[in-house]
T-cell receptor, first 112, second 119 residues
Framework: KNQVEQSPQSLIILEGKNCTLQ??????????LRWYKQDTGRGPVSLTI?????NTKSNGRYTATLDADTKQSSLHITASQLSDSASYIC???????????FGQGTELSVKP | GAVVSQHPSRVICKSGTSVKIECRSL??????MFWYRQFPKQSLMLMAT?????????EQGVEKDKFLINHASLTLSTLTVTSAHPEDSSFYIC???????????????FGPGTRLTVT
């Protein structure tokens, strides 16, 4: 069964600190992998999107990495801000049918 | 660019009534629109996929007669929850896919969501 698993489920960090979120997937064949930020009560907003040939992609303080061989991705947040508090969702698009397969998300809380 | 809007953002309705949620792509033409449902502390679950001018394709376990989807134009899709029950209370999110100018052709843009509460 195609799955996307994220860890940790939740994370609390202090403002200004860095953190890394993990995503493992078993979707095959694989088209692309996305990271979304979802604020409470809002729709997901795209942070990065990577195809299998891309190893890293940055968007401001967000840097995503992808290892298509081990089927792992990470999202690194640098110098966290209070506004980074949200759910971060790893989403994989498979080649078959093109549907997005969502991870359960990591709930990040940045404390002052 | 690539903005997707939903209306209303919040709706409360009585059990047994129907409620319609609109999803619009504001600055591009969406050939495909998706409807998701999200329960608290859970991830998005795809309910159905609709292409403009054709019938929606529903995911397994989603009642097509209860969740009516209309994609009458390239910028508008509607989801109607018929005979709503308290268990239909959820966060409904639409998404649109197309090729806005200057954007990736395989991007999928999400709306802000609609909070439905059935009393």
């Amino acid at each position: 069964k195609n799955q996307v698993e994220q860890s940790p489920q939740s994370l609390i960090i202090l403002e200004g600190k860095n953190c890394t979120l993990q995503c493992n997937y078993t979707v095959s064949p694989f088209s692309n992998l996305r990271w979304y930020k979802q604020d409470t009560g809002r729709g997901p907003v795209s942070l990065t999107i990577m195809t299998f040939s891309e190893n890293t992609k940055s968007n401001g303080r967000y840097t995503a990495t992808l290892d298509a061989d081990t089927k792992q991705s990470s999202l690194h947040i640098t110098a966290s801000q209070l506004s980074d508090s949200a759910s971060y969702i790893c989403v994989v698009r498979g080649n078959q049918g093109g549907k997005l397969i969502f991870g359960q998300g990591t709930e990040l809380s940045v404390k002052p | 660019g690539a903005v997707v809007s939903q209306h209303p953002s919040r709706v409360i309705c009585k059990s047994g009534t129907s409620v319609k949620i609109e999803c619009r792509s504001l600055d591009f033409q969406a050939t495909t629109m998706f409807w998701y449902r999200q329960f608290p502390k859970q991830s998005l679950m795809l309910m159905a996929t609709s292409n403009e001018g054709s019938k929606a394709t529903y995911e397994q376990g989603v009642e097509k007669d209860k969740f009516l989807i209309n994609h009458a134009s390239l910028t508008l899709s509607t989801l109607t929850v018929t005979s709503a029950h308290p268990e239909d209370s959820s966060f409904y999110i639409c998404s649109a896919s197309a090729s806005p100018p200057g954007r990736s052709s395989y991007e999928q843009y999400f709306g802000p969501g609609t909070r439905l509460t059935v009393t």
